[in-house]
């Protein structure tokens, strides 16, 4: 994997950061495409386990947005 | 510490007899040298069987979730810490649990003993502060002070935090300057080094799951490491897995480790489990202010809210 | 649990969390600009990633 292809596993909550990643996409806003979005119910469904589930299957990074 | 099995002796016979517990969960001495094993006793007249010295380092608040009827429970300082996190994550009811608090002059880590001595050991007694160690070689004698266990040696709750009954008079608890200094010590490491201490750490660990078992606070139904669909975590002993298994069991124990070293102790491989654990009571204490298990009233830090949380982590 | 994380040994920039509002796309924008750079400036991950053999 080159290092200008990274892979960040997202996991966003539904109701706060999904609902701003579609208003991104909504507004035509630009970003970078490493991310990989999992859309989660609410931020308290995270586990510690998800984050390292996502690094063991090869996740680069993982970043959980509520 | 005859003096404390003797007391302890007293106490079940006297609670079975009256009726007043179904059973009393304690310590036996194993079928070797240098092993005591817990035993549950239903009848007064196999109260002999119970003792307590320098060996009873397994953790007994591990036998006392969801009890049939009344139970009296031998208890050291950080076993009672784990009996009020019981309470507290509503595991047992106060009122069916008699707790026979034993003030606790620290455990000795066998495995060190082991390495000092040649040959096998053949028969072990102590007496106040000194152990006899009798191998094929003869008898040889040592100061129990220079063997604790290392969980031992940073010990603060020597003595039980509740209790119904006292085994002793409590002991002077003991004043460190740095209770985290082992854990500083690795902070300071480079990443690179904390990456190798780890990794050298884990290495030999064979997943047999004894950490798991001998520890109170693991009590899932189900574990995440016996979870198949989805697998959090292979079985294998791929580093990786081994590294995941590690990480998820201490993260487990935030804020609820006792650091009774019941985990360290059960390993077959001698590794340091405590290892992960320290950090996160290092945490928990400068993050919260909290110590586990020192009040039957509170809840645990990572179970309530409060404004005052810390939330730098947050960008 | 980034804190135990590092104490490993495993980079900090690994692990992000935050805190953003159904409203704030330009945030949103703003914040994966972020964390893709430290990402990046880290290269791949190779600590915890399971090398299947």
């Not at chain 2, 669909?229 to 804020?255: I, M």
């Not at chain 3, 805190?19 to 972020?34: G, P, Q, R």
């Amino acid at each position: 994997m080159s290092e200008n292809n990274v892979k960040i596993v997202s996991f966003l909550c539904n109701w706060c950061s999904y609902g701003a990643a579609d208003l991104a996409g909504v507004s035509r806003l630009e970003y970078p495409a490493d991310i990989r979005v999992i859309r989660i119910p609410c931020s308290g469904r995270m586990s510690p386990k998800f984050i390292l589930s996502a690094l063991r299957e090869g996740a680069d990074a993982v970043w959980v947005s509520g | 510490m005859d003096t404390y099995t003797k007391k302890i002796r007293e106490i079940a016979k006297d609670l079975l007899a009256s009726q007043k517990v179904d059973r009393v969960i304690g310590f036996e001495m194993g079928t070797i040298p240098m092993a005591a094993r817990p035993v549950s006793i239903e009848s007064e007249n196999d109260a002999e069987k119970l003792v307590f010295n320098s060996l009873c380092a397994m953790n007994l608040a591990n036998y006392i979730r969801k009890p049939k009827g009344t139970i009296a429970v031998i208890a050291k300082g950080c076993d009672s810490r784990n009996m009020v996190n019981h309470v507290v994550e509503h595991q047992v009811d106060r009122e069916n649990l008699v707790i026979i608090g034993v003030p606790c002059h620290g455990m000795v880590d066998k495995s060190q003993l082991a390495l000092e001595v040649e040959g096998e050991i053949t028969a072990y007694d102590e007496e106040g502060q000194t152990l006899k160690i009798t191998t094929a070689q003869g008898e040889l004698t040592f100061e129990k002070q220079d063997f604790l266990k290392d969980n031992c040696r940073l010990c603060q709750h020597r003595n039980p935090v509740i209790h119904d009954y006292m085994a002793g008079d409590p002991v002077t608890e003991q004043e460190l300057e740095d209770p985290f200094a082992d854990v500083n010590e690795i902070e300071a490491m480079s990443q690179e080094a904390k990456s190798t201490l780890f990794e050298d750490l884990t290495k030999n660990c064979i997943r047999c799951y004894a950490c798991r078992n001998a520890c109170p606070l693991c009590f899932c139904p189900t574990c995440f490491v016996d979870e198949s669909s989805p697998q959090w975590v292979g079985k294998s002993q791929n580093k990786t897995d081994v590294d995941t298994f590690h990480f998820l069991r201490a993260f487990h124990c935030a804020g609820r480790c006792t650091d009774c070293g019941a985990c360290v102790e059960a390993c077959p491989m001698d590794i340091d489990v405590r290892k992960f654990t320290r950090k996160l009571i290092k945490d928990s204490y400068e993050m919260f202010g909290w110590e586990a298990g020192l009040d039957i009233s509170k809840r645990p830090p990572l179970d309530t809210f409060n404004p005052a949380d810390p939330d730098d982590f947050i960008m | 649990m980034g804190n135990l994380l590092e104490h490993m040994g495993v980079e900090k920039d690994r692990i992000h969390f935050s805190w953003i509002s159904s409203a704030e796309a330009t945030k949103f924008v703003d914040v994966v600009k972020e964390i893709s750079d430290k990402v990046r400036a880290l290269g791949p991950n190779t600590k915890l990633k399971k090398i299947y053999s």
